[in-house]
T-cell receptor, first 114, second 112 residues
């Protein structure tokens, strides 16, 4: 049971390049989310999904696309990278429930856009 | 809109001293409230959560938090801090567990 995995761990891009950050979970969780973390800003929600085929925007969605074709995977796509997207990206997953079920976070992907 | 305020950007305490990290939230209904801890270069680990019921919540590593609806607060406490508690702490609020709003974090330094 690996939990939430993210690849790559670190990436350097040039402005205008595209890339996909991978996120996978093996806990059969329905919910998955992407956050970005910037110094002094805490974590901000980019996109989230409540099940395969269902995605929605969070607080800071511009410049990012997502899709959820399977329960396990929730990739985050940067279509044309910008220096403002330099950040640490965290993927998280959880299940619904009346008891505030725990959201599990991946180890993060550190992205530098030059 | 939901929001979280962590008034203290950086706190320094001596090892063995007590600790209280403040968290104030804004949410229209009864919220889910969480405290997470992040060590340098690491992901987030859940310390504790509140969703309903008893307003005093016990977590891992000897931490506890109290939900005070009248004050819109969810402060984190520990009676005796250990050097290994040095990290950044985040409070989060939401109506669900997948759409959280985080505070900006409080960095805890522990002096020997």
């Amino acid at each position: 049971n690996a939990g939430v995995t993210q690849t790559p761990k670190f990436q350097v891009l040039k402005t205008g390049q595209s890339m996909t950050l991978q996120c996978a979970q093996d806990m059969n969780h329905e919910y998955m989310s992407w956050y970005r973390q910037d110094p002094g800003m805490g974590l901000r929600l980019i996109h989230y999904s409540v099940g395969a085929g269902i995605t929605d925007q969070g607080e800071v969605p511009n410049g990012y696309n997502v899709s959820r074709s399977t329960t396990e995977d929730f990739p985050l796509r940067l279509l044309s990278a910008a220096p403002s997207q330099t950040s640490v990206y965290f993927c998280a997953s959880s299940n619904p429930g009346p008891r505030g079920e725990t959201q599990y976070f991946g180890p993060g992907t550190r992205l530098l856009v030059l | 809109a939901q929001s979280v305020t962590q008034p203290d950007i950086h706190i320094t305490v001596s090892e063995g001293a007590s600790l209280e990290l403040r968290c104030n939230y804004s949410y229209g209904a009864t919220p889910y409230l969480f405290w997470y801890v992040q060590s340098p270069g690491q992901g987030l680990q859940l310390l504790l959560k509140y969703f309903s019921g008893d307003t005093l919540v016990q977590g891992i590593k000897g931490f506890e938090a109290e939900f005070k609806r009248s004050q819109s607060s969810f402060n984190l406490r520990k009676p005796s801090v250990h050097w290994s508690d040095a990290a950044e702490y985040f409070c989060a609020v939401g109506g669900s567990n997948y759409k959280l709003t985080f505070g900006k974090g409080t960095l805890l330094t522990v002096n020997p």
